[in-house]
């Protein structure tokens, strides 16, 4: 079983919608909840995180982690055509045994005007 | 604030040729990192850094090394390309064990 697994869509979307991106782990041992956002031909950027259990907030984006589930999830709302990108899960360990860093294998949006 | 910054950005190879994709960072960080992006396969560990002369192994090395003579510099070198390496190369960089992933802009190579 991969450590993270991530629908790799494509998902398109009219704009305005509410978003939802999802991945799902393996390792206990995770304690930070990471999204990257890749726009074409750039590299990845942090968008947010969380740390353990809960969700977190920061205007339009919502992240949240279900521990007991093993689930992360990304929720856009009121999407934008400029919200168009992969978005990419990275869940971490804590500490100094976290130099391998995982990532899931992106979900491809796209937000129709 | 250039961050991470990667050449060349595109590279076309022959088979059999070697060539260096270099990395550079000016955040003074200890932690360096090369991925490589391809369809389906997002982004896979070649080999990562902790320090200066300080290297590892990552999730796909075969086919590559690497070296960390200073903190701002971590070269990655393909020894013999083969078309199996024709992907999207990323140097990225972090300032510990955890915390955010700075990534360069990448360098695409192809491999006839």
């Known amino acids: 079983q991969k450590e993270v697994e991530q629908d790799p869509g494509p998902l398109s979307v009219p704009e305005g919608a509410i978003v939802s991106l999802n991945c799902t782990y393996s390792n206990s041992a995770f304690q930070y909840f990471m999204w990257y956002r890749q726009y074409s031909r750039k590299g990845p950027e942090l968008l947010m995180y969380t740390y353990s259990s809960g969700n977190k907030e920061d205007g339009r984006f919502t992240a949240q982690v279900d521990k007991s589930s093993k689930y992360i999830s990304l929720f856009i709302r009121d999407s934008q055509p400029s919200d168009s990108a992969t978005y990419l899960c990275?869940?971490?360990?804590?500490?100094?045994?976290?130099?391998?860093?995982?990532f899931g294998k992106g979900t491809l949006l796209t937000v129709n005007p | 604030n250039a961050g991470v910054t990667q050449t060349p950005k595109f590279q076309v190879l022959k088979t059999g040729q070697s060539m260096t994709l270099q990395c550079a960072q000016d955040?003074?960080?200890?932690?360096m990192s090369w991925y490589r992006q391809d369809p389906g396969m997002g982004l896979r560990l070649i080999h990562y850094?902790?320090?200066?002369?300080?290297?590892d192994q990552g999730e796909v090395p075969n086919g590559y090394n690497v070296s960390r003579s200073t903190t701002e510099d971590f070269p990655l070198r393909l020894l013999s390309a083969a078309p199996s390496q024709t992907s999207v190369y990323f140097c990225a960089a972090r300032q510990g064990p955890t915390g955010e992933l700075f990534f360069g802009e990448g360098s695409r190579l192809t491999v006839l």
């Open positions: 990275a869940p971490q360990r804590g500490g100094g045994s976290n130099y391998k860093l995982t």
């Open positions: 955040m003074n960080h200890e932690y």
């Open positions: 850094s902790v320090g200066a002369g300080i290297t």
